[in-house]
């Protein structure tokens, strides 16, 4: 009786573990699409800029974008190890 619940328990423990993967995992695409997309909006933003003649906010957009996009690239980064991580599980 008692080795069936410390067998349960860590059970409970490595399931708790494999959602919390998941769930990280998911938080890493979500934080590197993010900003993608910012860098993205902020490239519309410095075209419509220079369309409408106005320099100062094409400058701004630009520099935005490019804050954006070099975030992403070390988000990618950083994350292209930790993607490949799982946790080693046995039969159930």
């Given at each position: 009786?008692?080795?069936?619940?410390?067998?349960?328990?860590?059970?409970?423990?490595?399931?708790?573990?494999?959602?919390?993967?998941?769930?990280v995992?998911?938080e890493?695409?979500?934080?590197?699409?993010y900003?993608?997309?910012?860098?993205?909006?902020?490239?519309?933003?410095?075209?419509?800029?220079?369309?409408?003649?106005?320099?100062?906010?094409?400058?701004?957009?630009?520099?935005?974008?490019?804050?954006?996009?070099?975030?992403?690239?070390?988000?990618?980064?950083?994350?292209?190890?930790?993607?490949?991580?799982?946790?080693?599980?046995?039969?159930?």
């Amino acid at each position: 009786q008692v080795y069936r619940v410390h067998w349960l328990r860590a059970k409970a423990l490595r399931d708790q573990w494999k959602e919390e993967m998941t769930l990280v995992q998911l938080e890493m695409d979500w934080t590197c699409h993010y900003f993608s997309w910012r860098a993205t909006q902020w490239g519309d933003r410095m075209r419509e800029s220079l369309e409408k003649r106005l320099p100062g906010h094409a400058c701004y957009s630009g520099r935005q974008s490019q804050m954006y996009s070099l975030l992403a690239q070390d988000a990618q980064a950083a994350f292209q190890d930790l993607q490949n991580v799982s946790i080693e599980t046995g039969d159930e």
